[in-house]
């Protein structure tokens, strides 16, 4: 799932601003959230649209995002759920700057919030709240030392477990997270035992939401949903596939990318 074949499907634009870098301009949710990213550096896509269609917030929910990005994820929810307060933290802090100019492009600056700052490090903005009632994360997904560094900086930091691990990733967003309210991952499908390793005996009612990328071809990504300090069984669920077999999305996923509907968690 290439997120730059997903910046053309939804349409973009390259543009230069005297004295600022490359940005380019993508329109999600059929275009209902205007996003500014990176022209050089790591694009959300996909992953980030169906990270938000599984967080379940209602209006007046408090949510939160780790590894926010240039805000595609967290505008998403906004988006989708008109009254919801969302707040980001991305590390790196000329994401942060992105991030708070695309709310205010997309009108959000009033319940849409971003800070800079590490998980393992939080800033006071994040550790002093009340405990979010749903938390989403797209973590990196190589862990260090086991793939090949990217020579650019800000993909290194997006794609590859730097400043923490997987565990520490999901340790902070359960460390924010109120009781029993919902935490929603999107990751690789092969590190999906990670994932419920760190999650074991710290929340249940897990259900796992694999993404084929076509019939009969092997998950790449999942996005998982759980509730802290909830004892239930796992679900697996059928998941969905993402593309027929001339590389067009399917009525389902296009359901999903326009903001049509949640993911059936």
């Given at each position: ?36 990213q990176p022209a050089n550096g790591f694009r959300s896509g996909l992953d980030a649209v169906f990270l938000a269609a599984a967080v379940p917030a209602e209006a007046g929910d408090r949510v939160h995002e780790a590894g926010s990005g240039a805000g595609a994820g967290a505008l998403c929810v906004a988006a989708r759920t008109n009254g919801a307060q969302v707040t980001g933290l991305e ?175």
């Amino acid at each position: 799932m290439d997120d730059r074949a997903v910046a053309t499907e939804i349409g973009t634009s390259a543009r230069q601003e005297e004295g600022a870098p490359e940005v380019r301009e993508n329109y999600l949710l059929a275009g209902n959230v205007r996003l500014l990213q990176p022209a050089n550096g790591f694009r959300s896509g996909l992953d980030a649209v169906f990270l938000a269609a599984a967080v379940p917030a209602e209006a007046g929910d408090r949510v939160h995002e780790a590894g926010s990005g240039a805000g595609a994820g967290a505008l998403c929810v906004a988006a989708r759920t008109n009254g919801a307060q969302v707040t980001g933290l991305e590390i790196q802090p000329q994401l942060t700057t992105l991030a708070k100019t695309n709310a205010g492009l997309n009108g959000f600056s009033d319940r849409v919030h971003f800070y800079s700052g590490d998980i393992t490090a939080p800033p006071q903005e994040i550790t002093s709240a009340d405990p979010y009632d749903h938390i989403m994360m797209n973590p990196p997904y190589q862990e260090r030392g086991k793939a090949r560094a990217s020579p650019v900086r800000a993909k290194h930091l997006s794609r590859m477990e730097e400043n923490g691990t997987l565990e520490d990733w999901i340790g902070y967003g359960l460390g924010v997270l109120k009781p029993h309210g919902s935490i929603s991952i999107v990751h690789r499908a092969d590190r999906l035992d990670d994932l419920l390793a760190c999650l074991r005996n710290r929340a249940g009612e897990i259900a796992v939401f694999p993404l084929w990328p076509g019939e009969g071809k092997a998950a790449k990504r999942v996005v998982l949903r759980a509730r802290k300090g909830v004892r239930s069984r796992l679900r697996m669920l059928p998941g969905m596939v993402l593309h027929r077999p001339d590389g067009s999305y399917t009525e389902a996923a296009q359901q999903v990318l326009r903001g049509l509907g949640p993911l059936p968690l």
